[in-house]
């Protein structure tokens, strides 16, 4: 095999200096963004927004297939004082459909791609922050109901521009040895107990990543079965084992249909360095 | 499971398996070395698709679920789900030809990346990362071009009822082509240098061998019909947009093994270039300027006409049909759309028999599967 050694070496290497420096390629995205100065969504002349519930445009709130936008928290939002506020586009939810950006582009222009990281972190037990692992980390997938894309993403990791290994992180078959368990899928009714049976092999410490809009809400199949079961996600799940994983693990939501590589490793770097609180 | 002799031995695997893989369960028997038997059991993933389908708002968002069945296949699907819905409405024959050239040059992108990642996985099964590497990185340069215009790197969002949903001028179309043309040139200097490595060829060569006839049996679609001497290309046999224009030949061979299953990959690879090099010189000749200049009229949708709409699409792995019924104003309530994969798993699942365990990531790799799809 010395023919294709010689020609990886030609080849070169290819990796990114990410997350040395954010050098993302040309028109990555990972977020989208509400600038709440641009947004017509509220009576600006009616005194202050807070007290205003006069709404002028709701185009985008309309045209979100995920319920995702909720123009009332613009108010608390980014632009707003109102303590810990909810978001007026909830990252849990947003599919990257860009409907909203179009639906507003023209008329105000006010919501757009961006490059900002953007997740909800759910993970209660370690409140000090702590490095849980030392140099390696292992990482066990496990599919509940996806559609492939997710799994591709997480792949794509192993592709020579990622690299995930020259930092450290693993695939792991086995979950005796794993750290992190990857969830991907809708988690459907026939894969609940095989989820719990995988978590329970792993070893505590451990997180849990829930990647992609389809564990955390059900994504685009929110909503599905009509007689029992359904595609809900986790998030909004009210099954008492569902609620002991919230209270008992590190949940960790890493949403979009499907989060793109520098996201998910971004996720793993920052169980890695031990950045979660 | 079938009757087992003395020294046979049944051992699953999955449905959780080991890297990152989808759900499914395969159950062994064997005698060591060789398979005797393999029984597939799906069910794992399944999300209902047609209920979830059948409660959504719009049109556009029974789109983003279909994009969603198979994320590896979301452009045929949806072209496949819009064919049918134009159908329906009688606007088959209103879109615009540079729309439907768009649609053919994204078919044929999402095609070559489908290709190119398979390529990868081969190269990986049969234990030559440098290769595997060197595809998957051309594969990760294609889905970045893809992000760069239309925001997606699975090519999701970009099929709507009527055309094509991305802005995008003859400066943007010659820039990708341009850009996938020279990922592509990359990757045939790549599968040059493979054709000499002995130990990846001859592990390919006989392996998960089936004969046309038992292809015909099951009713093999896509990469492995081609494969074993026999040729339903929709895009040849019946063809819908302006495939009818291009002239393609069809690509077959006749072993039924993984070599052909991959020479059949490569050569669409090259095919699909050629597609994409003639979807340019007409957008060029018809004066394509941009996109949102063909946009159709929907005041001109037909509602009496039929009672159902039925559409297809080639995708990478075989035909994707859609069949639409029961419009009430803002969606179909019924939606069937069938996949190339679940007449492709009996046949993998007949094929396997007596063939060498060691062989079997190998083989089953070459197939290509997507388990979203059979298991919607
Ligand atoms: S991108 Fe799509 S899913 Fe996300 S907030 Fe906008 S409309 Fe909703
Ligand atoms: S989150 Fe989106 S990309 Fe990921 S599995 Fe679900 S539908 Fe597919």
């Given at each position: 095999?010395?023919?294709?050694?010689?020609?990886?070496?030609?080849?070169?290497?290819?990796?990114?200096?990410?997350?040395?420096?954010?050098?993302?390629?040309?028109?990555?995205?990972?977020?989208?963004?509400?600038?709440?100065?641009?947004?017509?969504?509220?009576?600006?002349?009616?005194?202050?927004?807070?007290?205003?519930?006069?709404?002028?445009?709701?185009?985008?709130?309309?045209?979100?297939?995920?319920?995702?936008?909720?123009?009332?928290?613009?108010?608390?939002?980014?632009?707003?004082?109102?303590?810990?506020?909810?978001?007026?586009?909830?990252?849990?939810?947003?599919?990257?459909?860009?409907?909203?950006?179009?639906?507003?582009?023209?008329?105000?222009?006010?919501?757009?791609?961006?490059?900002?990281?953007?997740?909800?972190?759910?993970?209660?037990?370690?409140?000090?922050?702590?490095?849980?692992?030392?140099?390696?980390?292992?990482?066990?997938?496990?599919?509940?109901?996806?559609?492939?894309?997710?799994?591709?993403?997480?792949?794509?990791?192993?592709?020579?521009?990622?690299?995930?290994?020259?930092?450290?992180?693993?695939?792991?078959?086995?979950?005796r040895f794993a750290d992190v368990l990857l969830v991907t899928g809708t988690f459907t009714k026939k894969m609940s107990d095989i989820f719990f049976n995988v978590l329970d092999n792993i070893p505590k410490p451990r997180y849990v990543v829930l990647t992609g809009s389809c564990p955390l809400t059900g994504g685009v199949f929110e909503n599905g079965f009509k007689d029992g079961g359904g595609n809900k996600g986790l998030l909004f799940n009210n099954e008492s084992e569902i609620k002991k994983l919230f209270e008992e693990d590190n949940v960790i939501a890493l949403p979009h249909c499907p989060p793109n590589p520098f996201e998910i490793l971004n996720v793993l770097l920052l169980i890695k360095n031990g950045d979660f609180k | 499971m079938q009757k087992k002799f003395l020294g046979d031995y049944e051992f699953i695997w999955g449905p959780v398996r080991k890297g990152v893989n989808e759900s499914i369960l395969y159950e062994f028997l064997s005698s060591g070395e060789e398979l005797h038997n393999l029984d597939i059991t799906?069910?794992?993933?399944?999300?209902?698709?047609?209920?979830?389908?059948?409660?959504?708002?719009?049109?556009?968002?029974?789109?983003?679920?279909?994009?969603?069945?198979?994320?590896?296949?979301?452009?045929?699907?949806?072209?496949?789900?819009?064919?049918?819905?134009?159908?329906?409405?009688?606007?088959?024959?209103?879109?615009?030809?540079?729309?439907?050239?768009?649609?053919?040059?994204?078919?044929?992108?999402?095609?070559?990346?489908?290709?190119?990642?398979?390529?990868?996985?081969?190269?990986?099964?049969?234990?030559?990362?440098?290769?595997?590497?060197?595809?998957?990185?051309?594969?990760?340069?294609?889905?970045?071009?893809?992000?760069?215009?239309?925001?997606?790197?699975?090519?999701?969002?970009?099929?709507?009822?009527?055309?094509?949903?991305?802005?995008?001028?003859?400066?943007?179309?010659?820039?990708?082509?341009?850009?996938?043309?020279?990922?592509?040139?990359?990757?045939?200097?790549?599968?040059?240098?493979?054709?000499?490595?002995?130990?990846?060829?001859?592990?390919?060569?006989?392996?998960?061998?089936?004969?046309?006839?038992?292809?015909?049996?099951?009713?093999?679609?896509?990469?492995?019909?081609?494969?074993?001497?026999?040729?339903?290309?929709?895009?040849?046999?019946?063809?819908?947009?302006?495939?009818?224009?291009?002239?393609?030949?069809?690509?077959?061979?006749?072993?039924?093994?993984?070599?052909?299953?991959?020479?059949?990959?490569?050569?669409?690879?090259?095919?699909?270039?050629?597609?994409?090099?003639?979807?340019?010189?007409?957008?060029?000749?018809?004066?394509?300027?941009?996109?949102?200049?063909?946009?159709?009229?929907?005041?001109?949708?037909?509602?009496?006409?039929?009672?159902?709409?039925?559409?297809?699409?080639?995708?990478?792995?075989?035909?994707?049909?859609?069949?639409?019924?029961?419009?009430?104003?803002?969606?179909?309530?019924?939606?069937?759309?069938?996949?190339?994969?679940?007449?492709?798993?009996?046949?993998?699942?007949?094929?396997?028999?007596?063939?060498?365990?060691?062989?079997?990531?190998?083989?089953?790799?070459?197939?290509?599967?997507?388990?979203?799809?059979?298991?919607?």
């Amino acid at each position: 095999m010395a023919f294709w050694t010689y020609n990886g070496l030609k080849f070169g290497i290819k990796s990114v200096k990410f997350p040395k420096e954010n050098d993302f390629y040309d028109g990555f995205i990972s977020s989208v963004k509400i600038n709440g100065q641009k947004c017509l969504s509220q009576d600006k002349t009616a005194g202050s927004p807070e007290k205003s519930s006069e709404f002028q445009c709701r185009k985008c709130e309309l045209a979100c297939p995920t319920k995702a936008i909720n123009l009332k928290n613009l108010a608390g939002g980014e632009n707003g004082k109102g303590a810990p506020a909810l978001k007026p586009l909830d990252a849990n939810r947003c599919i990257f459909c860009g409907l909203c950006i179009d639906a507003c582009s023209n008329i105000a222009g006010a919501i757009s791609y961006s490059k900002d990281f953007d997740f909800g972190i759910a993970s209660q037990p370690y409140a000090d922050k702590r490095k849980a692992f030392k140099k390696s980390l292992f990482v066990k997938h496990i599919d509940t109901g996806s559609c492939g894309a997710c799994e591709a993403e997480i792949n794509a990791l192993n592709n020579p521009y990622y690299n995930m290994h020259r930092l450290g992180i693993f695939i792991t078959p086995s979950p005796r040895f794993a750290d992190v368990l990857l969830v991907t899928g809708t988690f459907t009714k026939k894969m609940s107990d095989i989820f719990f049976n995988v978590l329970d092999n792993i070893p505590k410490p451990r997180y849990v990543v829930l990647t992609g809009s389809c564990p955390l809400t059900g994504g685009v199949f929110e909503n599905g079965f009509k007689d029992g079961g359904g595609n809900k996600g986790l998030l909004f799940n009210n099954e008492s084992e569902i609620k002991k994983l919230f209270e008992e693990d590190n949940v960790i939501a890493l949403p979009h249909c499907p989060p793109n590589p520098f996201e998910i490793l971004n996720v793993l770097l920052l169980i890695k360095n031990g950045d979660f609180k | 499971m079938q009757k087992k002799f003395l020294g046979d031995y049944e051992f699953i695997w999955g449905p959780v398996r080991k890297g990152v893989n989808e759900s499914i369960l395969y159950e062994f028997l064997s005698s060591g070395e060789e398979l005797h038997n393999l029984d597939i059991t799906f069910g794992y993933k399944k999300r209902d698709v047609r209920n979830v389908l059948a409660e959504k708002g719009n049109l556009y968002e029974q789109v983003l679920v279909v994009e969603r069945i198979s994320g590896l296949h979301a452009f045929s699907a949806s072209l496949s789900y819009c064919l049918s819905v134009e159908n329906f409405f009688g606007l088959a024959d209103k879109i615009h030809k540079n729309l439907q050239i768009l649609r053919m040059f994204f078919a044929e992108a999402e095609r070559i990346r489908n290709h190119i990642e398979n390529l990868s996985e081969i190269a990986e099964s049969t234990y030559i990362q440098v290769p595997s590497a060197m595809y998957a990185y051309y594969a990760e340069m294609l889905k970045q071009l893809f992000v760069k215009f239309l925001n997606s790197r699975y090519l999701m969002g970009i099929n709507m009822i009527g055309g094509v949903r991305k802005n995008l001028s003859l400066n943007d179309m010659e820039f990708i082509f341009n850009s996938v043309k020279s990922i592509v040139n990359s990757v045939q200097e790549i599968i040059k240098k493979n054709m000499e490595t002995k130990s990846h060829i001859d592990r390919l060569k006989t392996t998960g061998k089936i004969d046309m006839k038992t292809a015909k049996r099951f009713c093999a679609k896509g990469v492995v019909a081609k494969s074993a001497g026999i040729n339903p290309d929709l895009r040849i046999k019946r063809p819908y947009l302006l495939y009818g224009d291009t002239k393609l030949n069809s690509i077959i061979f006749n072993d039924g093994d993984a070599f052909s299953r991959y020479m059949v990959r490569i050569g669409e690879i090259t095919q699909s270039l050629s597609i994409l090099d003639y979807c340019l010189e007409m957008l060029k000749k018809n004066r394509f300027n941009n996109t949102s200049d063909y946009f159709v009229n929907m005041k001109e949708i037909d509602e009496r006409t039929k009672k159902h709409g039925f559409g297809y699409a080639e995708s990478s792995e075989g035909p994707i049909f859609c069949y639409a019924a029961d419009f009430d104003g803002s969606v179909f309530k019924k939606i069937n759309i069938k996949y190339p994969f679940g007449n492709n798993y009996k046949l993998f699942a007949c094929g396997v028999k007596n063939t060498m365990m060691m062989d079997f990531n190998i083989n089953e790799t070459s197939y290509n599967f997507s388990v979203a799809a059979a298991d919607k």
